[in-house]
Protein backbone atom coordinates (compact mmCIF):
# COMPACT_ATOMS: atom_id res chain seq x y z
CA UNK A 1 0.00 0.00 0.00
CA UNK A 2 1.01 3.80 0.06
CA UNK A 3 0.56 6.41 2.37
CA UNK A 4 -0.17 9.71 0.18
CA UNK A 5 -0.80 13.22 1.60
CA UNK A 6 -1.86 16.78 0.48
CA UNK A 7 -1.48 19.88 1.46
CA UNK A 8 -3.16 22.21 1.41
CA UNK A 9 -6.40 20.42 3.09
CA UNK A 10 -8.60 23.12 2.33
CA UNK A 11 -8.26 26.38 0.56
CA UNK A 12 -10.47 29.07 0.06
CA UNK A 13 -9.42 31.43 -3.05
CA UNK A 14 -10.72 34.62 -4.93
CA UNK A 15 -11.09 34.18 -8.40
CA UNK A 16 -8.33 34.89 -11.14
CA UNK A 17 -5.97 33.32 -8.55
CA UNK A 18 -4.11 30.57 -8.87
CA UNK A 19 -3.27 28.01 -5.89
CA UNK A 20 -0.71 25.05 -5.83
CA UNK A 21 -1.80 21.73 -4.19
CA UNK A 22 1.25 19.09 -3.14
CA UNK A 23 0.98 15.23 -3.13
CA UNK A 24 3.58 13.28 -1.01
CA UNK A 25 4.04 9.35 -1.04
CA UNK A 26 5.89 7.70 1.70
CA UNK A 27 7.33 5.34 -1.47
CA UNK A 28 8.75 5.40 -4.68
CA UNK A 29 5.73 5.09 -7.18
CA UNK A 30 5.71 4.70 -11.08
CA UNK A 31 2.20 5.97 -11.66
CA UNK A 32 0.41 9.00 -9.95
CA UNK A 33 -2.54 10.81 -11.18
CA UNK A 34 -4.31 13.86 -10.28
CA UNK A 35 -8.22 14.06 -9.79
CA UNK A 36 -11.16 15.99 -9.69
CA UNK A 37 -14.57 15.51 -7.78
CA UNK A 38 -16.86 18.46 -8.44
CA UNK A 39 -19.61 19.16 -6.10
CA UNK A 40 -21.81 15.84 -5.66
CA UNK A 41 -20.60 14.05 -8.91
CA UNK A 42 -17.82 11.37 -9.41
CA UNK A 43 -14.17 11.55 -9.95
CA UNK A 44 -12.53 12.90 -13.30
CA UNK A 45 -8.94 12.05 -14.11
CA UNK A 46 -7.41 15.25 -14.95
CA UNK A 47 -3.95 14.13 -15.99
CA UNK A 48 -1.23 11.62 -15.48
CA UNK A 49 1.91 13.31 -14.24
CA UNK A 50 5.06 12.00 -15.30
CA UNK A 51 8.19 11.97 -13.54
CA UNK A 52 11.05 13.89 -15.54
CA UNK A 53 8.65 14.93 -18.22
CA UNK A 54 5.58 16.50 -19.41
CA UNK A 55 2.39 15.38 -17.50
CA UNK A 56 -0.16 14.00 -19.67
CA UNK A 57 -3.81 15.58 -19.48
CA UNK A 58 -6.94 14.03 -20.44
CA UNK A 59 -9.28 15.53 -23.21
CA UNK A 60 -11.16 19.08 -21.35
CA UNK A 61 -7.99 19.86 -19.34
CA UNK A 62 -4.70 21.65 -20.38
CA UNK A 63 -1.56 22.48 -19.28
CA UNK A 64 -2.18 26.60 -19.14
CA UNK A 65 -5.06 26.00 -16.27
CA UNK A 66 -3.38 22.79 -14.66
CA UNK A 67 0.38 23.10 -14.67
CA UNK A 68 1.38 19.88 -12.99
CA UNK A 69 5.44 18.90 -11.98
CA UNK A 70 6.76 15.94 -11.18
CA UNK A 71 10.34 16.42 -9.93
CA UNK A 72 10.73 13.15 -8.46
CA UNK A 73 8.93 9.59 -7.57
CA UNK A 74 7.59 10.66 -4.78
CA UNK A 75 6.01 13.94 -5.04
CA UNK A 76 4.25 16.08 -7.30
CA UNK A 77 2.36 19.60 -7.57
CA UNK A 78 -1.07 20.49 -9.44
CA UNK A 79 -1.40 23.96 -9.87
CA UNK A 80 -5.03 25.20 -10.22
CA UNK A 81 -4.45 28.77 -12.40
CA UNK A 82 -6.68 31.78 -12.94
CA UNK A 83 -9.47 30.00 -10.66
CA UNK A 84 -13.25 30.55 -11.66
CA UNK A 85 -15.82 29.97 -8.85
CA UNK A 86 -16.72 26.64 -11.55
CA UNK A 87 -13.15 25.36 -9.97
CA UNK A 88 -14.47 24.61 -6.54
CA UNK A 89 -14.25 20.83 -6.58
CA UNK A 90 -11.90 18.41 -4.03
CA UNK A 91 -8.51 17.77 -5.65
CA UNK A 92 -7.11 14.64 -4.85
CA UNK A 93 -3.99 12.55 -5.98
CA UNK A 94 -3.60 9.16 -6.33
CA UNK A 95 -0.58 6.78 -6.84
CA UNK A 96 -0.89 2.85 -8.69
CA UNK A 97 1.49 0.00 -7.33
CA UNK A 98 1.67 -3.56 -7.51
CA UNK A 99 1.40 -5.81 -10.42
CA UNK A 100 -2.77 -5.07 -10.24
CA UNK A 101 -2.04 -1.30 -10.47
CA UNK A 102 -3.95 -0.77 -6.93
CA UNK A 103 -4.88 2.60 -6.60
CA UNK A 104 -4.43 4.96 -3.60
CA UNK A 105 -5.99 8.19 -3.06
CA UNK A 106 -4.46 11.22 -0.80
CA UNK A 107 -6.85 12.50 1.69
CA UNK A 108 -7.92 15.70 -1.20
CA UNK A 109 -8.14 19.40 -0.85
CA UNK A 110 -10.94 20.85 -0.94
CA UNK A 111 -11.08 24.56 -2.97
CA UNK A 112 -13.22 26.63 -2.86
CA UNK A 113 -13.14 30.15 -5.38
CA UNK A 114 -15.19 33.10 -4.86
CA UNK B 1 -13.56 3.93 -24.26
CA UNK B 2 -14.36 3.30 -21.07
CA UNK B 3 -17.39 3.87 -19.23
CA UNK B 4 -19.24 2.72 -16.05
CA UNK B 5 -22.44 2.76 -14.89
CA UNK B 6 -24.24 2.67 -11.31
CA UNK B 7 -27.76 2.47 -11.62
CA UNK B 8 -28.64 3.30 -8.07
CA UNK B 9 -28.24 6.51 -6.80
CA UNK B 10 -29.04 5.91 -3.41
CA UNK B 11 -29.99 2.76 -1.09
CA UNK B 12 -31.27 2.01 2.13
CA UNK B 13 -30.20 -1.22 4.02
CA UNK B 14 -31.47 -2.21 7.48
CA UNK B 15 -28.62 -3.25 10.11
CA UNK B 16 -26.78 -6.04 10.10
CA UNK B 17 -28.61 -7.33 6.26
CA UNK B 18 -26.75 -7.95 3.51
CA UNK B 19 -26.88 -4.93 0.31
CA UNK B 20 -25.83 -5.40 -3.13
CA UNK B 21 -24.79 -2.64 -5.32
CA UNK B 22 -25.03 -2.47 -8.81
CA UNK B 23 -22.23 -1.76 -11.27
CA UNK B 24 -21.91 -2.28 -15.19
CA UNK B 25 -19.08 -1.58 -17.05
CA UNK B 26 -17.89 -1.73 -21.21
CA UNK B 27 -14.73 -1.54 -22.88
CA UNK B 28 -13.21 -3.42 -25.40
CA UNK B 29 -9.91 -3.82 -23.56
CA UNK B 30 -9.42 -7.66 -22.41
CA UNK B 31 -7.20 -6.63 -19.53
CA UNK B 32 -8.79 -4.22 -16.95
CA UNK B 33 -9.50 -4.15 -13.09
CA UNK B 34 -12.58 -3.81 -11.04
CA UNK B 35 -12.48 -1.71 -8.18
CA UNK B 36 -14.63 -0.43 -5.57
CA UNK B 37 -13.95 2.87 -3.55
CA UNK B 38 -16.25 3.58 -0.07
CA UNK B 39 -16.39 7.60 0.13
CA UNK B 40 -17.63 8.70 3.52
CA UNK B 41 -18.79 12.22 4.19
CA UNK B 42 -14.68 13.49 5.03
CA UNK B 43 -14.00 13.09 1.27
CA UNK B 44 -11.30 10.58 1.71
CA UNK B 45 -11.42 7.57 -1.32
CA UNK B 46 -11.42 4.10 0.45
CA UNK B 47 -10.03 1.05 -1.44
CA UNK B 48 -12.36 -1.71 -0.81
CA UNK B 49 -11.81 -4.49 -2.88
CA UNK B 50 -10.33 -5.41 -6.39
CA UNK B 51 -11.02 -7.88 -9.35
CA UNK B 52 -8.91 -8.34 -12.21
CA UNK B 53 -10.04 -9.25 -15.64
CA UNK B 54 -9.08 -12.70 -15.77
CA UNK B 55 -9.69 -13.91 -12.06
CA UNK B 56 -11.51 -17.03 -12.15
CA UNK B 57 -12.66 -16.39 -8.92
CA UNK B 58 -14.97 -13.74 -7.29
CA UNK B 59 -12.70 -11.70 -5.07
CA UNK B 60 -14.00 -11.01 -1.17
CA UNK B 61 -12.52 -8.78 1.84
CA UNK B 62 -13.99 -9.11 4.88
CA UNK B 63 -17.92 -8.52 5.00
CA UNK B 64 -17.41 -7.42 1.06
CA UNK B 65 -17.28 -9.58 -1.67
CA UNK B 66 -17.64 -8.58 -5.65
CA UNK B 67 -20.02 -10.85 -8.04
CA UNK B 68 -18.05 -10.73 -11.06
CA UNK B 69 -20.05 -11.69 -14.22
CA UNK B 70 -18.13 -10.87 -17.58
CA UNK B 71 -19.92 -12.23 -20.00
CA UNK B 72 -22.54 -9.19 -18.73
CA UNK B 73 -19.85 -7.27 -17.70
CA UNK B 74 -21.39 -7.00 -14.25
CA UNK B 75 -19.43 -6.19 -10.96
CA UNK B 76 -21.74 -5.84 -8.49
CA UNK B 77 -20.77 -5.26 -4.78
CA UNK B 78 -22.67 -6.69 -2.31
CA UNK B 79 -21.68 -5.50 1.82
CA UNK B 80 -22.71 -8.70 4.30
CA UNK B 81 -23.88 -7.74 7.74
CA UNK B 82 -24.71 -3.71 7.02
CA UNK B 83 -22.90 -1.81 9.94
CA UNK B 84 -24.09 1.94 10.68
CA UNK B 85 -20.49 2.87 9.41
CA UNK B 86 -21.00 1.94 6.25
CA UNK B 87 -23.06 4.64 5.17
CA UNK B 88 -21.17 6.33 2.78
CA UNK B 89 -21.35 7.14 -1.02
CA UNK B 90 -19.52 3.81 -3.00
CA UNK B 91 -17.73 4.12 -6.17
CA UNK B 92 -17.26 1.60 -8.64
CA UNK B 93 -13.84 2.02 -11.36
CA UNK B 94 -12.42 0.56 -13.84
CA UNK B 95 -8.94 0.43 -14.28
CA UNK B 96 -6.64 0.04 -17.32
CA UNK B 97 -2.60 0.33 -16.07
CA UNK B 98 -3.33 2.32 -13.44
CA UNK B 99 -5.66 5.05 -15.11
CA UNK B 100 -9.45 4.70 -13.69
CA UNK B 101 -13.34 5.26 -14.79
CA UNK B 102 -15.35 6.11 -12.53
CA UNK B 103 -19.29 5.65 -12.42
CA UNK B 104 -21.50 8.22 -10.94
CA UNK B 105 -21.57 6.44 -7.13
CA UNK B 106 -24.60 5.17 -5.35
CA UNK B 107 -25.20 6.09 -1.88
CA UNK B 108 -25.40 3.90 0.87
CA UNK B 109 -27.61 4.85 4.20
CA UNK B 110 -27.64 1.94 6.68
CA UNK B 111 -30.87 2.54 9.13
CA UNK B 112 -30.46 1.48 13.18
Known amino acids: SAVISQKPSRDICQRGTSLTIQCQVD?????MFWYRQQPGQSLTLIATANQGSEATYESGFVIDKFPISRPNLTFSTLTVSNMSPEDSSIYLCSVATGTVYEQYFGPGTRLTVT | AQKITQTQPGMFVQEKEAVTLDCTYD???????LFWYKQPSSGEMIFLIYQGSYDQQNATEGRYSLNFQKARKSANLVISASQLGDSAMYFC?????????FGDGTTLTVKP
Open chain 2, 93 to 101: AMSQEGKST
Open chain 1, 27 to 31: SQVTM
Open chain 2, 27 to 33: TSDPSYG
